[in-house]
């Protein structure tokens, strides 16, 4: 006898595994409350760009807006009930900008790609939410004498080794 779908569970490939736990279904098919997950420590740096080097990567009809200022942040997240405590690290480049289309538009931070360390959210974000993520190597920062060393690869080659420092502290909204 196959197996049936059970109404109002969400699956993902391959469906005969059963329903999918993940970020917004659990076990029996509960939501996480997240009221005291999770924990996060995020570095950003922002830089001056070139717009028309900015504006080659955007799809068609987008378009850099106001100071081609690049934003690059590392984030490292913990102890998240829907991986049973565990965490993952992530590593997004965006900048400013506006889509016109034909009816619609909308102007705000474009990112532009979002590499993560852990399939868990990757697959779940990419399935269900529609976000471009990808998979890197995205160690713990490391800290010595007031400098944090971030860096990020793919099999052992290093494409991100940023260094920042002066660092100030400052809670989430």
Known sequence: MSYT???GRMYRMPTHFGPSLGPRQGENGRTFACIHSHQAAIYSVTFLSN????????PPGFE???EPLVTVTASYFTQIEWL???GYNTLGVSWPAR?????????GSFLSVLWENLCDPIVTGREELGFS???CEL???RVLDGTTTINAGWLGFTFLDMQVS???RQALP
Do not use: C, S, V, W
Not at 51 to 58: E, G, S
Not at 99 to 107: I, L, N, S, V
């Open 64 to 66: 850099t807006i106001g």
């Open 99 to 107: 889509f016109k289309g034909e009816r619609d538009e909308a102007e």
């Open 5 to 7: 779908f059970q109404a």
């Open 51 to 58: 717009r028309r080097q900015l504006d080659a990567l955007l």
């Open 84 to 86: 049973a405590g565990r």
């Open 166 to 168: 002066n660092l100030k």
């Open 133 to 135: 993520k990808i998979y």
């Open 139 to 141: 160690p713990e920062p």
